[in-house]
């Protein structure tokens, strides 16, 4: 596992198109792609072949890399992204598999730690742009409200809004099992 020093190193470097830092953001992060992937698709062929897009898309795209604030609900935003494609291009494949399965049985059960993360960076992604960063450095960078206010020039007070609507948005979207996993983030 990389430290946030190491993963904004390697970040940097492959935006500069070092093909060496790319490698080791691979190898620490597909595993982790490659799970979520299977879990949804429930093909490890599938899985493997969209989670290899997400890379090579990742790749393509990585002039963006330092403005990423977080690489990881960057990739499961991807992830989610290249999922959807998939599915919509293979439809009644995937439409077989699904159909077997209760849809709240494979939320519970078909998902596990990091998958739920990636449930949960969906939601986040929908935000509005204040209040998804305003939950990103609370949840994620650990900051403090103090801190944030004084790095977005705004009000301990509007942290404080943003991050209850947040929260009260969080709780609505996902179910109560997926609410109770953003302590996660705390």
Do not use: C
């Not at 430290?3 to 070092?18: H, K, V, W």
């Not at 090579?56 to 990881?72: F, V």
């Amino acid at each position: 596992m990389l430290t946030e020093s190491q993963e904004r190193l390697l970040m940097e470097r492959t935006a500069e198109g070092d093909r060496s830092a790319f490698r080791q953001l691979f190898d620490n992060y597909y595993p982790v792609v490659f799970g979520f992937m299977k879990s949804l698709l429930q093909v490890k062929e599938d899985a493997s072949d969209v989670a290899q897009e997400v890379f090579i898309k990742l790749w393509l795209m990585r002039s963006a890399l330092p403005d990423i604030t977080s690489l990881r609900f960057y990739l499961y935003r991807m992830s989610l992204n290249q999922t959807i494609n998939f599915i919509k291009k293979n439809k009644s494949n995937v439409r077989s598999i699904l159909t077997d399965i209760p849809y709240d049985q494979m939320v519970e059960d078909a998902i596990d730690m990091k998958d739920k993360e990636a449930f949960i960076a969906a939601v986040v992604s929908r935000m509005p742009e204040q209040r998804r960063k305003i939950f990103i450095m609370s949840r994620l960078e650990h900051r403090t409200n103090d801190e944030i206010a004084t790095l977005l020039h705004i009000k301990k007070k509007t942290v404080e809004n943003h991050l209850n609507l947040a929260l009260k948005e969080l709780r609505t979207a996902l179910p109560a099992s997926l609410f109770i996993f953003i302590t996660f983030f705390q």
